[in-house]
């Protein structure tokens, strides 16, 4: 007879050293891109944000009590928008429970799953949708994608990761690059510490260290940028619990380029890459990026993360790019059904004109 479960909220027991002990076991067996959500740290940071609906619940088998999955959520305000350019038609609001890391750390269980989901949307009777903002779109996630009595909605499409493997080590990822690559990333540094002066690479890892990272960001991004990204405080307590680590270049004292970035220790994600326009032609943004590739690898860092879109150097040699969608498991209603019938068939539109109008544009160059 198969295992039958149960889900309960959990927030009352953060200092219960068995479920810890757990939890950082599920942790280290997980395979989610997006593992560090699910952490003690980052649900610790949550609640002490104020994040709206943070709320933790853990699965046990019914009959021995086992710990089998904990499961950490948050609350959000989607929305279904219609865009055409840069302009937002119209949008249909889409209120989700956020299951952090998307792929939850539970059993492969398509049942236990089903379950989950039922009992999501049963607690926020005021959410629309479950909402899994990076699945994987490999195979072993699929069960996670058929939900009872849902409608299955992918927001934006499935859309390319790129990350970059360094559990091998900064020389070996050196290697792959090819001897050209290699003296033009050396050929860069020098040109661009004759030209502006000596090179300092600071890591922001630690609250007494965010000046540095404060003055950067006021020098290096526009207000609205900044309002866009993270506060200062907020990037402060994501330090105090151990996931922020940062880098910032300066030629001489002034700040040349910095990354925004956060990590759990085994992979580094990275949000934001700014340099100062000024140094565009001195690749300033390349020479962070690849210093904070040798200090994550020093660190024993296993890979960089870039998450949704492609950056701007992207190298086929060393870069491994992973499908992953934003999906939204929609109450099975008349309103939802009609809105992400809707929504697709106007994301499709878009793009195919998109798509008409650049092959029409690259004949005429012909």
Same mark, same amino acid.
């Given at each position: 007879?198969?295992?039958?479960?149960?889900?309960?909220?959990?927030?009352?027991?953060?200092?219960?050293?068995?479920?810890?002990?757990?939890? =950082?076991?599920?942790?280290?067996?997980?395979?989610?891109?997006? !593992?560090?959500?699910?952490?003690?740290?980052?649900?610790?940071?949550?609640?002490?944000?104020?994040?709206?609906?943070?709320?933790?619940?853990?699965?046990?088998?019914?009959?021995?009590?086992?710990?089998?999955?904990?499961?950490?959520?948050?609350?959000?305000?989607?929305?279904?928008?219609?865009?055409?350019?840069?302009?937002?038609?119209?949008?249909?609001?889409?209120?989700?429970?956020?299951?952090?890391?998307?792929?939850?750390?539970?059993?492969?269980?398509?049942?236990?799953?089903?379950?989950?989901?039922?009992?999501?949307?049963?607690?926020?009777?005021?959410? =629309?949708?479950?909402?899994?903002?990076?699945?994987?779109?490999?195979?072993?996630?699929?069960?996670?994608? &058929?939900?009872?009595?849902?409608?299955?909605?992918?927001?934006?499409?499935?859309?390319?990761?790129?990350?970059?493997?360094?559990?091998?080590?900064?020389?070996?990822?050196?290697?792959?690059?090819?001897? %050209? &690559?290699?003296?033009?990333? %050396?050929?860069?540094?020098?040109?661009?510490?004759? =030209?502006?002066?000596?090179?300092?690479?600071?890591?922001?890892?630690?609250? !007494?260290?965010?000046?540095?990272?404060?003055?950067?960001?006021?020098?290096?991004?526009?207000?609205?940028? &900044?309002?866009?990204?993270?506060?200062?405080?907020?990037?402060?307590?994501?330090?105090?619990?151990?996931?922020?680590?940062?880098?910032?270049?300066?030629?001489?004292?002034?700040?040349?380029?910095?990354?925004?970035?956060?990590?759990?220790?085994?992979?580094?994600?990275?949000?934001?890459?700014?340099?100062?326009?000024?140094?565009?032609?001195?690749?300033?943004?390349?020479?962070?990026?690849?210093?904070?590739?040798?200090?994550?690898?020093?660190?024993?860092?296993?890979?960089?993360?870039?998450?949704?879109?492609?950056?701007?150097?992207?190298?086929?040699?060393?870069?491994?790019?992973?499908?992953?969608?934003?999906?939204?498991?929609? &109450?099975?209603?008349?309103?939802?059904?009609?809105?992400?019938?809707?929504?697709?068939?106007?994301?499709?539109?878009?793009?195919?004109?998109?798509?008409?109008?650049?092959?029409?544009?690259?004949?005429?160059?012909?």
């Amino acid at each position: 007879m198969p295992p039958t479960y149960l889900i309960a909220a959990a927030r009352h027991r953060l200092q219960d050293p068995l479920l810890l002990e757990r939890w =950082q076991a599920l942790l280290a067996a997980s395979s989610s891109p997006e !593992r560090i959500y699910q952490t003690p740290a980052y649900f610790a940071y949550a609640l002490a944000n104020g994040m709206a609906g943070a709320e933790l619940f853990t699965v046990s088998e019914s009959g021995s009590g086992r710990l089998v999955g904990v499961v950490p959520v948050l609350e959000r305000a989607h929305s279904l928008d219609f865009h055409a350019g840069a302009r937002r038609l119209a949008a249909l609001s889409m209120p989700s429970v956020v299951v952090l890391g998307s792929a939850p750390l539970l059993p492969p269980n398509a049942a236990l799953w089903r379950q989950l989901c039922r009992f999501l949307l049963a607690r926020y009777p005021h959410c =629309q949708a479950v909402s899994l903002t990076a699945l994987p779109a490999d195979a072993a996630w699929r069960p996670l994608l &058929r939900a009872p009595a849902t409608l299955r909605h992918v927001l934006h499409g499935w859309r390319d990761c790129h990350t970059v493997p360094l559990a091998a080590g900064y020389a070996a990822f050196l290697a792959q690059l090819g001897s %050209k &690559r290699r003296y033009n990333l %050396k050929r860069q540094l020098r040109i661009l510490e004759e =030209q502006r002066g000596a090179l300092t690479l600071h890591t922001i890892t630690e609250p !007494r260290q965010m000046p540095v990272l404060s003055a950067a960001l006021a020098a290096l991004s526009t207000p609205q940028q &900044r309002r866009q990204w993270l506060s200062d405080a907020s990037l402060l307590s994501l330090a105090e619990r151990g996931l922020l680590l940062c880098y910032v270049l300066h030629c001489e004292e002034l700040p040349a380029a910095l990354i925004l970035a956060l990590t759990d220790g085994r992979v580094l994600h990275v949000n934001n890459i700014l340099h100062d326009s000024a140094l565009a032609q001195l690749s300033a943004g390349t020479a962070i990026l690849f210093m904070a590739m040798e200090d994550a690898c020093q660190r024993g860092l296993h890979a960089l993360d870039f998450g949704y879109g492609s950056p701007a150097h992207s190298y086929q040699s060393t870069n491994v790019t992973q499908r992953r969608g934003h999906v939204l498991l929609l &109450r099975a209603n008349l309103r939802n059904y009609l809105g992400s019938v809707a929504h697709r068939l106007w994301c499709a539109a878009v793009e195919w004109a998109r798509t008409t109008n650049a092959r029409r544009w690259r004949a005429r160059m012909r």
